[in-house]
């Protein structure tokens, strides 16, 4: 998967969490506006969550090179 397409689902992501993170203490509970805050907060973080899968999977670790370990 291309790194700039992650990246900016990443950017995505993030911004719809925290802008629901900020916005919550200040909604009233028990309002359809805490209830939508705390949705639009659940989205995100599971938004974020998958695209750091998609990032994990398209992009597995480099193997470990013994040849420079210094003993």
């Given at each position: 998967?291309?790194?700039?397409?992650?990246?900016?689902?990443?950017?995505?992501?993030?911004?719809?969490?925290?802008?629901?993170?900020?916005?919550?203490?200040?909604?009233?509970?028990?309002?359809?506006?805490?209830?939508?805050?705390?949705?639009?907060?659940?989205?995100?973080?599971?938004?974020?969550?998958?695209?750091?899968?998609?990032?994990?999977?398209?992009?597995?670790?480099?193997?470990h090179?013994?040849?420079?370990?210094?003993?």
């Amino acid at each position: 998967m291309d790194s700039q397409i992650l990246r900016g689902g990443f950017r995505i992501a993030f911004i719809v969490l925290a802008l629901a993170l900020l916005t919550l203490p200040f909604q009233p509970q028990g309002s359809a506006e805490f209830v939508v805050t705390v949705l639009a907060a659940v989205v995100g973080g599971v938004f974020l969550l998958g695209i750091a899968i998609l990032a994990r999977i398209a992009n597995p670790p480099l193997p470990h090179d013994k040849r420079r370990r210094k003993d």
